[in-house]
Each structure stands twice: as structure tokens, then as C-alpha cells.
């Protein structure tokens, strides 16, 4: 057996007693840390997710100094979508933006599927370097977008607060949202597979913007499509779950399945397993801004947490969503002894 294996992160992911509550951090290599800034400020954004050399070095050295019990790749969720048709740049104080966005029934024929992963080949190769370099016993998380929030990027053309295009399309043309939906789900299935092959021993599905959704039109327009990525992959690795912006979906969110739910810090973390179940992992759920606080507050609120984990095998802590820039390392390496010492007593 992989010393990662039995590491606590794994363990908890199966549901077996660890020693401590294990935690990772999402995020965790960003621009608060200054070990990050360092390679950063050499280069593009898209030009370190796209160098495998220096994705690695900022994915190990964030786990190195936080002392964390995972590692997660350093990329992000857009870049898969440039072989499959979408024009992407990252524009500086304004984030992604998408310059052929999918609006007309001839914008969607030019989207293609990924049936080809080699002009993503700088994602494996990376994974295959931070699996080297990490410690035998810390367990590498591969990740990518859910199809919901990747569709109301490539449809939107950026971020987006009432989803007004993602949406007209998604009621008014459903053959057309089935066919975007259907390349994404394809393509996502490929990419993580591809992750896990490179060497990640677990990935997590961001559906970051499916909160804007209601019960109802999540299990009709993207439940059928997560599941099918979920059933996929999991055979191969344990997959992570995550939705944030909306708590009303936990019950539709558990139908779409995964080793483990991830909660934002909207929902109470006992209530929130109590719905999903107790055979099902969960992971959280520390308001971000917590970080922000002094330490004598974030050992409070973090503690909170670990009492409404109660002990129970399964618990993986996080934040409810990522680390914010600006925040001090110094709390964020803080927040990772409270839950290992809590753990430990």
C-alpha cells in the first residue's frame, strides 16, 4: 500500500478513524502567500498554470510551509476549454473573460468536445512532478469545474451575478443546453480520469456557481450530467462533491453522489451531514472571512466546526470556500495547528 493511502486525508475520505481531523485549505497556493507571489510576479497567471516546472513548485511549497494533509494541483478550471473552441485570457484586475461566448446555435457547433488531452498535457506533466516532489504519505487532489459552472462561463462570457444568458438558454433551448452540458460531461470525464492517471489520488468537482439555481431546476438541468462524471470517475479515485452559494440543493447535490459532500459555510455542518448521511464523507466548513479575525476568534469558530463534526470518522476540515488574498499566512498556518491540536486531545 502507497504510504499516501493510509495517510489521514485518505482515511477520512473512506471514513476511518485518523488520529487528527485532517485539513486542506482551497486556495491554499494563492496570492497570500509570499513563496507564491515570488513565482508569480515572474510570469502570467496563464503562464504558470501552463508551466509544469512552476505549477509544481507552488503546489508543493504551499503544503511544505502550512503543514497541511493534502496537496491540491495548481491550475484552474478555464483552460481545458481553450482546445475545445473557447477563446480565454485573463485580464489583469478583472479575472477570465471568454471572447467567443456560446450564444448562437452556430457558436455551440463550433464548441467541441475534448477528445484529445495532449494541448493539456502541461496539467499531467505537472501532476507527475508535485507527485515526486511531495512527501510519500501527502495525498495529491486533482480538480476540475462542474458542468454547470463551466457552461455559465463559456455562455456568460465571465462571471455573472443573475446568470441571465445561462439561463434563457438553459430554459428556451434545451437540445442546445443538452448539447453543451453532454461536451462538457465528456470532456470532464477524460480530463479527471487523465489526473487521476498522472498520479492524484483524489480529485474534487467545483460547481461554484450552481447556487444560483433552485432544487428543481438543478435536478433537471445538471444533476443527470455531475452524476454521470461522479459514476465515471469514482471507480478510479474518491471524488469531492463541492457546491457552494446555495444549502437548499444538499439533498440534490447527495443524489449526484461522491466520496465526500464539500459544504460552504451557509449551511450548519451537523445539519448538513444529518441531510446527506452518515455514509458520505463531508468537508468544510469555516467562513473564509473567519481568516481575517485574530487567532483567539478563529480557534473559537474553527472549534465550533470540529464540535459539530463530533468525532465521527469522515470529517475532512476546509474553509467554505477559498483562502482571500490579503489574508495573513500566519493565520492560515494557525487555523491548520487549532484543528490538528483539537484533534489530537
Given at each position: 500500500?502507497?504510504?499516501?493511502?493510509?495517510s489521514?486525508?485518505m482515511k477520512a475520505?473512506r471514513r476511518e478513524p485518523?488520529?487528527?481531523?485532517?485539513i486542506w485549505?482551497?486556495?491554499q497556493?494563492?496570492?497570500?502567500?509570499?513563496?507564491y507571489?515570488?513565482?508569480?510576479?515572474?510570469?502570467?497567471?496563464?503562464e504558470?498554470?501552463?508551466t509544469?516546472?512552476?505549477a509544481a513548485?507552488v503546489t508543493?511549497t504551499?503544503?511544505?510551509?502550512?503543514?497541511?494533509?493534502?496537496?491540491i494541483?495548481?491550475?484552474?478550471l478555464l483552460?481545458?476549454?481553450?482546445p475545445?473552441g473557447?477563446?480565454?485570457?485573463?485580464?489583469?484586475?478583472e479575472?477570465?473573460?471568454?471572447?467567443?461566448?456560446?450564444?448562437?446555435?452556430?457558436d455551440?457547433?463550433?464548441?467541441?468536445?475534448?477528445?484529445?488531452l495532449?494541448e493539456l498535457?502541461?496539467?499531467?506533466?505537472a501532476?507527475?512532478?508535485?507527485?515526486?516532489?511531495?512527501?510519500a504519505d501527502?495525498?495529491?487532489?486533482?480538480?476540475?469545474?462542474?458542468?454547470?459552472t463551466l457552461?455559465?462561463?463559456?455562455?456568460e462570457?465571465?462571471g455573472?451575478?443573475?446568470y441571465?444568458?445561462?439561463k434563457?438558454?438553459?430554459?428556451g433551448?434545451p437540445?442546445?443546453w443538452?448539447?453543451v452540458?453532454s461536451?462538457?460531461?465528456n470532456s470532464?470525464?477524460?480530463?479527471?480520469k487523465?489526473?487521476i492517471?498522472?498520479?492524484?489520488?483524489?480529485?474534487?468537482?467545483f460547481?461554484?456557481?450552481?447556487?444560483c439555481?433552485?432544487?428543481d431546476?438543478?435536478?433537471?438541468?445538471?444533476l443527470p450530467?455531475?452524476?454521470?462524471?461522479?459514476?465515471?470517475v469514482?471507480?478510479e479515485?474518491?471524488?469531492?462533491?463541492f457546491?457552494?452559494?446555495?444549502?437548499?440543493?444538499l439533498?440534490?447535490?447527495?443524489e449526484a453522489g461522491?466520496?465526500?459532500?464539500?459544504?460552504d459555510?451557509?449551511?450548519?455542518?451537523?445539519?448538513?451531514?444529518e441531510t446527506?448521511?452518515?455514509?458520505?464523507?463531508?468537508?468544510g466548513?469555516?467562513d473564509?472571512?473567519?481568516?481575517?479575525?485574530?487567532?483567539?476568534v478563529i480557534?473559537?469558530?474553527?472549534?465550533d466546526?470540529?464540535?459539530?463534526?463530533?468525532?465521527?470518522?469522515?470529517?475532512?476540515?476546509n474553509?467554505g470556500?477559498?483562502v482571500?488574498?490579503?489574508?495573513?499566512?500566519e493565520?492560515?498556518k494557525?487555523?491548520?495547528e487549532?484543528?490538528?491540536e483539537?484533534?489530537?486531545?
Amino acid at each position: 500500500m502507497p504510504a499516501y493511502d493510509d495517510s489521514r486525508m485518505m482515511k477520512a475520505l473512506r471514513r476511518e478513524p485518523v488520529d487528527t481531523t485532517p485539513i486542506w485549505i482551497m486556495r491554499q497556493a494563492g496570492r497570500y502567500l509570499p513563496e507564491y507571489m515570488a513565482v508569480r510576479n515572474r510570469v502570467t497567471f496563464l503562464e504558470l498554470c501552463q508551466t509544469p516546472e512552476l505549477a509544481a513548485e507552488v503546489t508543493v511549497t504551499a503544503q511544505q510551509v502550512l503543514g497541511v494533509d493534502a496537496a491540491i494541483l495548481f491550475a484552474d478550471l478555464l483552460p481545458m476549454l481553450m482546445p475545445m473552441g473557447i477563446d480565454l485570457t485573463y485580464e489583469k484586475g478583472e479575472g477570465p473573460k471568454i471572447h467567443n461566448p456560446l450564444r448562437t446555435n452556430a457558436d455551440i457547433d463550433n464548441f467541441r468536445e475534448l477528445e484529445s488531452l495532449s494541448e493539456l498535457q502541461f496539467v499531467f506533466d505537472a501532476v507527475k512532478l508535485i507527485r515526486e516532489q511531495l512527501p510519500a504519505d501527502i495525498p495529491l487532489l486533482g480538480f476540475a469545474g462542474a458542468p454547470f459552472t463551466l457552461a455559465s462561463y463559456c455562455i456568460e462570457g465571465g462571471g455573472s451575478k443573475s446568470y441571465v444568458a445561462t439561463k434563457s438558454l438553459m430554459y428556451g433551448d434545451p437540445t442546445a443546453w443538452d448539447a453543451v452540458m453532454s461536451r462538457l460531461t465528456n470532456s470532464l470525464i477524460r480530463y479527471l480520469k487523465a489526473q487521476i492517471e498522472a498520479g492524484c489520488q483524489a480529485v474534487q468537482l467545483f460547481d461554484s456557481w450552481a447556487g444560483c439555481l433552485g432544487p428543481d431546476d438543478y435536478r433537471k438541468y445538471v444533476l443527470p450530467y455531475t452524476k454521470r462524471i461522479i459514476d465515471a470517475v469514482l471507480p478510479e479515485a474518491p471524488v469531492i462533491n463541492f457546491l457552494t452559494g446555495n444549502p437548499a440543493l444538499l439533498p440534490v447535490q447527495k443524489e449526484a453522489g461522491g466520496a465526500a459532500i464539500g459544504l460552504d459555510w451557509r449551511v450548519d455542518l451537523a445539519e448538513a451531514w444529518e441531510t446527506v448521511g452518515y455514509d458520505f464523507a463531508v468537508q468544510g466548513n469555516l467562513d473564509p472571512v473567519t481568516l481575517f479575525a485574530d487567532i483567539p476568534v478563529i480557534r473559537e469558530r474553527a472549534l465550533d466546526v470540529l464540535k459539530k463534526a463530533a468525532g465521527r470518522p469522515g470529517h475532512i476540515f476546509n474553509l467554505g470556500h477559498g483562502v482571500m488574498p490579503g489574508m495573513k499566512p500566519e493565520n492560515v498556518k494557525a487555523l491548520v495547528e487549532i484543528v490538528h491540536e483539537a484533534g489530537l486531545r
